[in-house]
């Protein structure tokens, strides 16, 4: 039975870019009647992807954007879209925060401010709040105190964060890059670390990763090992072995942690 500290991740997405088996990237973190959202993939599947999961958009208040790549961003304006519309019907109450740091806010923003209707765009400073962060920085969204730092990534500015949840236990979102040692004390010890895991190694010369600038699912249980994680959860994967891929990348974590070892299909929820 949960208790009041009990808190849910919710993977509405666990595909890199360019998949069409399963939906980008994203997720939800649930304490209570508190709603984080992580992103929002690359379309309006993010609205399917929330109904099939039972999370209404009246319900979510907070999002948080890594990046501005298109299959992290393009969901957003979705996003925003719609809950501007519940906005005008009298549907949804209270402000709808969105944080991210200065190129992802301002990518959104001109986004949405070139390709919506104007009535939706005048919600954007009334009702629907853009909230720059900067590196090292500490706020509230959606219930949780998120700390986010630059991940140092090559190809696109981008943060992780990390939170401290409810039962006080620490999880790390690291991006869909490889961890930089510049963030290791955001990282070591974390009771719960998100980490993307572009193949497995054995795959490693079918789908590049490396050329990619991502890693492996040997190399996420590798770096889970050397800091002393609890709980790793992959993501951002190909999506050409996904009949395979919960037991072929959990195996290969495996055999350089000994830890818990997660590899969640769209819409699997998980209590953390």
């Known amino acids: 039975m949960k208790t009041d500290k009990t808190t849910e991740l919710i993977m509405l997405g666990t595909g890199n870019a360019a998949v069409t088996r399963c939906y980008n990237t994203c997720f939800a973190i649930r304490h209570q009647d508190s709603t984080l959202l992580i992103d929002a993939g690359g379309g309006n599947g993010i609205l399917v992807q929330l109904e099939k999961v039972g999370i209404a958009l009246t319900d979510i208040h907070a999002m948080f954007i890594t990046h501005a790549h298109t299959d992290h961003i393009l969901g957003a304006v979705w996003i925003v ?74 190809k696109e500015k981008q943060y992780g964060f990390r939170t401290i949840l409810p039962d006080g236990k620490k999880l790390v979102c690291l991006g869909d890059e490889p961890y930089n040692e510049i963030n290791h004390d955001y990282v070591a010890g974390a009771d719960w670390l998100l980490c993307e895991a572009f193949c497995l190694y054995d795959d490693r010369e079918r789908f590049k990763p490396y050329e990619k600038h991502h890693s492996t699912a040997l190399d996420a249980g590798r770096l889970a090992s050397k800091l002393n994680v609890k709980n790793l959860l992959l993501y951002h994967t190909e999506d050409k072995t996904l009949e395979t891929r919960k037991e072929r990348y959990t195996a290969e974590a495996r055999k350089e942690f000994s830890g818990n070892v997660y590899v969640p299909d769209d819409l699997e929820k998980i209590v953390l």
Request: aromatic share 10%.
């Open 81 to 154: 879209r719609v809950i501007a519309q519940q906005m005008q019907a009298g549907k949804y109450s209270g402000t709808f925060h969105i944080y991210g740091h200065d190129k992802a806010i301002h990518v959104l923003d001109w986004i949405c401010s070139m390709t919506l209707p104007t009535k939706i765009v005048a919600r954007l400073g009334n009702g629907i709040e853009l909230h720059t962060v900067d590196n090292g920085m500490s706020f509230e969204a959606g219930g949780f105190t998120l700390e986010c730092f630059d991940i140092a990534s090559t």
